[in-house]
């Protein structure tokens, strides 16, 4: 007890050959293959230090090439089983290395560039000597807890089954699981342990959450007391079924992953390590419930805040997160990740290495014509789609992939959608220019979009058809956990302060709460900006100077030129190419000239 191995361990031992079944090497990017092992390097482009190989060249994976100090590979999780796999192996980089190494104090780090927040104080200096282990946690689990045999194996620790002795769960079955103190060797080691428990007591409650009991701790270790899952991780159901799901069984999977991690975002608490691996079978029924489980990758976050961090596993990685900038969204590319695999059998982004795998992830799109995908609904493909989308604001929210058409069911509850909020509190601090144009643009808008913001303002409980800030704070707070406060969620209520003097009807809600960026990767994106804009042109355009529109989009002077074809000769109002552009705003492409 107490040695921990890393489950990294399996893709040692696979070799490359292993589903090579698809036969078809004219396409690397569809997965069929194994990735090499994480700790075999590919050639010289794996030669990453970790100290002067920018992350995000890609010349070399960010993943040191060995496993660190004191972590033995675990023999595969089930050998034999890779020969009849359709899909590769798991992850070879199980969670980022990264954040392993913040774990267990290496100097060698494999991160570059600014440095995240938390990593301040992850100093040498701290390891060990004097390092403040203690929790605050009950110390006597021993005397609660009759401890039983392994049931899983991670990075970070290894689980346990065990049976309450006394107290509420005498008699019953639990689940343990067990970190070592000794390798916790940083402060933010000590940390990450300490939030994993909070994140875990806080969002404890969801049904398909893992149900947190207690937390106790000894000299030697922390056991984080949670329910037993006895059906098994899905990665274990999608192989034992060939590697693909059904659509309907698909979707009830599905469902679940997206019900719960909205559930987690609404609180602020994004997970970071979706992945088949970690979501448990309640039993071994076929329908049994699933739940999502370790927490030790998750972080809260703020609002408006965008995390830096690279952690996750490779497979699931999403491209924000490669960059280094990400939220909650990046959530969603994993669950985008998870759907490919569940109807196709493959990796939607796979290579030999890990630098190769991010590569793919940066630049590649998934391949969506080869078997099974003609036989796979449109609906399941715009769905995956609309979760692979490179670009983060374009991705669907997980409230709202529920009700989108290949899962659409009436009977559902729709959750509360946090990023409902941060539109309508950009709205109401928006121009009436600026408003004026979305109000035409939600006119447009089609049913399938209407019926997600039909069901978000019925969550806001309208009196007489309307909404005032006091809607959207009590909806807040109806769902609000600990998380949430810990997130600051509820804060971004103030940044929606010009709310509070007035009230929004369904319409003016539809206006200040669709996403351009969203509309945008639709595929009937040109005729509802040709519709909206025919509606802007009779309820909102008007004359705009280029110093008037400049500072309307946060331009400085250098942009003028720029607006030779947006404003018309002919009136003086905005051209249908101004429209669109005025919509999107200033973001990507304009932010990055706006910083040089
Ligand atoms: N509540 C539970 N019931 C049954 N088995 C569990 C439970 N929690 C964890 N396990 C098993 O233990 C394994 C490791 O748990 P967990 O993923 O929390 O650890 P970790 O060290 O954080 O993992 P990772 O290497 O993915 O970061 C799981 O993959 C699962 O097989
Ligand atoms: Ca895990």
Request: hydrophobic fraction near 35%.
């Amino acid at each position: 007890m107490g040695q921990c191995c890393t489950k990294s361990g399996s893709v040692s031992v696979v070799n490359n050959d292993v589903g090579a079944a698809d036969g078809d090497k004219s396409k690397p990017s569809l997965a069929g293959r194994s990735p090499a092992p994480a700790g075999s390097g590919s050639g010289s482009g794996d030669t990453h230090s970790g100290k002067n190989t920018p992350v995000y060249s890609f010349s070399a994976s960010p993943y040191p090439s060995s496993l660190p100090a004191g972590v033995a590979p675990s023999p595969a999780r089930t050998p034999g089983r890779k020969l009849r796999w359709p899909l590769p192996p798991p992850s070879p980089a199980k969670p980022i290395m990264a954040a392993l190494f913040r774990r267990q104090g290496r100097a060698d780090k494999p991160k570059e560039g600014p440095i995240p927040e938390e990593r301040h104080g992850g100093d040498e200096g701290e390891r060990e000597s004097g390092l403040d282990k203690n929790f605050g946690y009950g110390k006597n689990f021993g005397a609660k807890f009759e401890i039983g045999k392994e049931v899983g194996r991670g990075h970070f620790g290894h689980t346990c089954w065990a049976k309450g002795k006394k107290g509420e769960l005498k008699g019953q079955p639990v689940a343990v699981k067990i970190i070592s103190k000794a390798k916790m060797t940083t402060a933010i080691a000590v940390e990450d342990v300490r939030r994993e428990v909070k994140i875990l007591k806080a969002l404890s409650g969801h049904k398909n959450l893992i149900k947190f009991h207690d937390a106790f701790e000894d000299v030697n270790n922390v056991y984080i007391v949670m329910e037993l899952c006895e059906g098994g991780e899905l990665l274990d159901r999608i192989l034992s079924r060939g590697g693909r799901y059904t659509e309907e069984d698909a979707k009830t999977i599905v469902v679940q992953i997206l019900s719960v991690v909205s559930f987690c975002h609404l609180q602020g608490v994004v997970h970071r390590d979706l992945k088949p691996e970690n979501f448990l079978f309640t039993t071994r029924d076929e329908d049994a419930t699933m739940k999502v489980i370790d927490f030790g990758l998750s972080d809260f976050v703020r609002p408006d805040q965008r995390l830096n961090d690279i952690v996750g596993s490779a497979y699931y990685v999403s491209p924000e997160v490669l960059h280094r900038s990400y939220s909650l969204e990046a959530d969603l590319w994993s669950i985008g990740v998870i759907t490919y695999i569940l109807l196709c059998g493959s990796r939607p982004f796979w290579a030999r290495t890990e630098s190769g795998i991010f590569r793919s992830v940066i630049r590649a799109d998934p391949n969506f014509d080869d078997t099974p995908w003609p036989t796979v609904s449109p609906e399941a493909k715009d769905f995956v789609k609309r979760l692979l989308n490179k670009d983060h604001r374009k991705r669907m929210t997980a409230a709202q992939a529920l009700t989108h058409p290949w899962l659409r069911d009436e009977s559902r509850a729709v959750p509360l959608d946090i990023s409902i909020y941060k539109l309508v509190k950009s709205y109401v601090r928006a121009s009436p220019l600026k408003r004026a144009a979305l109000k035409a643009l939600s006119k447009a808008i089609t049913e399938d979009e209407l019926i997600y913001l039909r069901a978000q303002f019925r969550l806001l409980d309208p009196k007489h058809g309307f909404v005032t800030l006091e809607n959207f704070r009590t909806a807040l707070m109806r769902n609000s956990t600990d998380a949430m406060r810990e997130s600051r969620v509820p804060d971004i209520l103030n940044l929606m302060e010009p709310l509070s003097s007035k009230k929004m009807d369904f319409e003016e809600f539809c206006a200040a709460a669709i996403s351009t960026y969203q509309l945008e990767a639709l595929e009937g994106w040109e005729k509802i900006a040709s519709t909206a804009f025919a509606i802007f042109e009779n309820e909102g355009n008007r004359v705009i100077s280029v110093e008037e529109l400049a500072q309307e989009m946060n331009l400085g002077p250098t942009a003028y030129p720029l607006f030779n074809d947006w404003i018309r000769n002919s009136d003086g109002k905005l051209s249908f190419l101004g429209y669109t552009k005025f919509l999107h705003g200033v973001t990507i492409r304009s932010s990055n000239t706006r910083r040089r």
